[in-house]
């Protein structure tokens, strides 16, 4: 193991410092750099540009992208917090541009050949866990604390609060907003933010539709939307079937309507739980 490390510091391609084991059977691209008592396992591969930090630990069949930020103490691809599992190969991939703060968890999938997948341009900050089986898009935050159990879908631009639980198979739609300290038990509709315990939509996320350049003629629309949903007093049914008719169509409004549809479809307000169950 002594050689393997050696040879690493000695090719100008990495900067693995010599306190830190590097599985022979890993594979580090170039420019990475990894600190001290690092754990780099068997099966792991890391993409070029990627720095890991002091203490960090990757399990087996993680799989990380190209200039991510692993900070200290962070643990990746360890095995599932799951009854259901029984030491089969499974993955955690985690794509490019992802920052992964102190103490950070995430575990790699229950299933032969399933993974738990993380996009490009996350931040996910300290002492946050995330379960197996989950899938976040790009350009999600995930703030201090924050516990996503397994099975749970995260879409693009979604920003997290600090100390929020989410259940398993909870999907979250892209650009919405849960204030910290919630409690997520059933599905939170893309735009939308939403707080409490449980946790319930409560207004737009107009700042991160904004953000994401959506122009204004369609955040007008959202905001529509979101009062014939949210402040008609109109039962789901009714409410999806006022915006079909009152609000003008767009990408973004059939995508809202399609998500409550499912949600419908769902168990307990969770549309994945009643893929489960189905």
Do not use: W
């Not at 991939?93 to 399933?114: L, M």
């Not at 996910?124 to 350009?139: P, Q, R």
């Not at 999600?140 to 979604?158: F, P, T, W």
Request: with cysteine; glycine share 12%; proline share 4%.
């Amino acid at each position: 193991m002594a050689d393997v490390i050696s040879d690493a510091i000695d090719t100008p391609r990495t900067g693995i410092d010599p306190r830190a084991i590097v599985h022979p059977g890993a594979r580090v691209g170039a420019n990475v750099t990894v600190g001290p008592f690092t754990v780099i396992e068997e099966h792991v591969e890391i993409g070029d540009g990627s720095s890991i930090g002091s203490c960090a630990v990757l399990k087996p069949y993680t799989k990380l992208g190209r200039n991510c930020q692993i900070h200290t103490g962070a643990v990746l691809g360890g095995p599932p917090q799951d009854m259901k599992f029984r030491g089969e190969v499974s993955y955690l991939i985690i794509g490019d541009n992802n920052i992964i703060r102190e103490y950070a968890t995430i575990h790699r999938a229950t299933g032969d050949e399933a993974a738990t997948s993380i996009g490009d341009n996350n931040m996910i900050m300290a002492y946050s866990h995330v379960g197996h089986n989950c899938e976040i898009g790009n350009n999600v935050m995930l703030a201090n604390q924050v516990g996503v159990s397994g099975h749970v879908l995260i879409e693009d631009r979604v920003v997290i609060g600090g100390m929020v639980g989410v259940h398993q198979y909870v999907r979250i739609g892209k650009l919405a907003m849960v204030g910290g300290f919630s409690k997520v038990v059933q599905d939170v509709p893309p735009f939308m933010m939403a707080d409490g315990r449980p946790c319930k939509v409560y207004g737009l996320n107009v700042r991160g539709l904004r953000r994401a350049g959506i122009p204004t003629a369609v955040r007008s629309e959202l905001k529509q939307a979101y009062r014939l949903i949210y402040t008609n007093g109109l039962n789901m049914s009714q409410a999806i079937e006022s915006v079909e008719h009152e609000v003008r169509e767009s990408e973004e409004r059939d995508y809202l309507l399609e998500f409550l549809r499912n949600e419908k479809l769902g168990f307990g307000g969770r549309q994945l739980e009643g893929q489960r169950r189905g």
